[in-house]
């Protein structure tokens, strides 16, 4: 365990920008962090928690301390007819906890293939895709609160989850530190389908009866479709939020766009892509440099190669002011900017 100095994260951010930390330690268990975390020096400096730096844009050098935490434990704890509840530290990478998950055949993590990040990361803002959202396998999160570093256990009915959100990303942004997360995964596995996209690539299989590892296969093969690889391009996932209007706002737009897609997830409550809020305002595949929007998906910035996170910004608040000129919708960050 040794403090590294003025250590650059281009390795440990997916938009590749090589900005650094003044101080950056991994750590491999939980006793090591509370040991860290008992110095009274390093527990009263900034603190950031870094997973695999998937959702976040450093827009300077972090004037603080970057911990990464390398728990790797995937282990099942307990189980009866139906569930499976399984403890995973919170630095496993996550897709190698749903290749796990799905090689069991435990349901409920398939669809959520592939998305970049680690296991303690992902309930923050509890990520989604296809039709499933981390916080409906969640059973509990244990972590520590930096400043009394008092364990604390969360079960799922406390962690405040909504769309991209939590209680974590909220009141307790900066304040705790997840190590580890309990699932509760299915042994008899429901297959969510529904999404358009899914269906057609399981279509293009010779069998009608899918299993999950059919499912993951073709969520792999439509995020490797659509979504550019971080390795090549930088970039972190969906910048913004798919914004929620009323249903007053929402006919009004129709009105003048009666191509809008949308979903109504609630009365009085329609949830707009941002993607083609985006797209109807000329942004898919524009470039400033090597700042751009994404050709294939136009909720994607990416850093084609040597831009800075202040291009990436600059032209983040453009696509934000054009939007709200156009439709009267404000979308706002999905990304950390840190
Ligand atoms: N669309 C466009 N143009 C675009 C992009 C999208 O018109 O450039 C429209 C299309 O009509 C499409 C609809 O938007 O049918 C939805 O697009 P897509 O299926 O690509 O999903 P999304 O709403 O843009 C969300 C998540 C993604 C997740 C996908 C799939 C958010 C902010 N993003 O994107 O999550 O992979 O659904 O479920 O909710 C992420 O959070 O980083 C992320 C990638």
């Given at each position: 365990?040794?403090i590294q100095?003025?250590?650059s994260?281009k390795?440990?951010?997916?938009f590749?920008?090589?900005v650094?930390a003044?101080n ?18 390093i527990n ?7 997973g695999?730096?998937?959702n976040i844009l450093?827009r300077?050098d972090?004037d ?7 728990n ?6 307990n ?9 995973v ?5 996550w897709d190698?906890f749903?290749d ?15 998305i970049?990040?680690?296991v ?15 916080k409906?396998?969640v059973f509990?999160?244990k972590?520590y609160e ?5 364990e604390k256990?969360f ?17 307790l942004?900066?304040k ?5 997360v309990?699932?509760?995964l299915?042994?008899?596995p429901?297959?969510?389908i529904?999404?358009?996209r899914?269906k057609s ?8 009866d ?8 073709a969520?792999?093969n ?16 969906s910048?913004?939020k798919?914004?929620?209007?009323s249903?007053?706002?929402?006919i009004?737009?129709?009105k ?5 897609p949308?979903y ?5 409550v ?12 000329g942004w898919?595949g524009k470039?400033?440099?090597?700042a ?10 990416c850093?084609y ?6 291009e ?6 453009l696509?934000?002011k ?6 009267g ?7 950390n900017?840190?």
């Amino acid at each position: 365990m040794e403090i590294q100095r003025n250590y650059s994260l281009k390795k440990y951010n997916t938009f590749n920008f090589d900005v650094k930390a003044k101080n950056f330690i991994e750590i491999n268990n939980e006793e090591e962090l509370k040991l860290l975390l008992s110095d009274k020096d390093i527990n009263n400096m900034p603190i950031l928690m870094l997973g695999q730096g998937s959702n976040i844009l450093f827009r300077n050098d972090f004037d603080g301390l970057v911990i990464k935490l390398k728990n790797q434990d995937i282990s099942v704890i307990n189980e009866d007819d139906i569930y499976v509840y399984i403890k995973v530290g919170g630095g496993v990478i996550w897709d190698n906890f749903v290749d796990f998950a799905v090689s069991k055949n435990y349901g409920g993590v398939e669809n959520l293939s592939l998305i970049p990040g680690t296991v303690g990361a992902a309930p923050i803002q509890n990520i989604g895709a296809y039709g499933q959202e981390v916080k409906d396998t969640v059973f509990s999160i244990k972590g520590y609160e930096i400043s009394s570093i008092n364990e604390k256990l969360f079960m799922n009915s406390e962690c405040k989850f909504g769309y991209r959100s939590s209680i974590f990303k909220h009141e307790l942004r900066n304040k705790f530190i997840i190590t580890e997360v309990i699932f509760r995964l299915s042994k008899v596995p429901i297959l969510n389908i529904n999404y358009g996209r899914i269906k057609s690539e399981l279509e293009k299989l010779p069998k009608n009866d899918y299993s999950i590892a059919d499912v993951r296969e073709a969520v792999i093969n439509i995020r490797q479709s659509k979504l550019p690889d971080t390795d090549k391009i930088g970039n972190a996932g969906s910048f913004f939020k798919n914004p929620e209007i009323s249903e007053i706002e929402f006919i009004a737009i129709q009105k003048i766009n009666p191509q809008i897609p949308f979903y109504n997830t609630a009365p009085d409550v329609y949830k707009i892509p941002a993607g083609w809020l985006i797209e109807q305002c000329g942004w898919k595949g524009k470039r400033f440099g090597d700042a751009g929007c994404y050709t294939e998906q136009a909720l994607i910035l990416c850093n084609y190669g040597s831009a800075q996170p202040n291009e990436i910004i600059k032209l983040a608040a453009l696509i934000k002011k054009s939007v709200y000129e156009k439709f009267g919708v404000a979308i706002t960050e999905e990304v950390n900017i840190i």
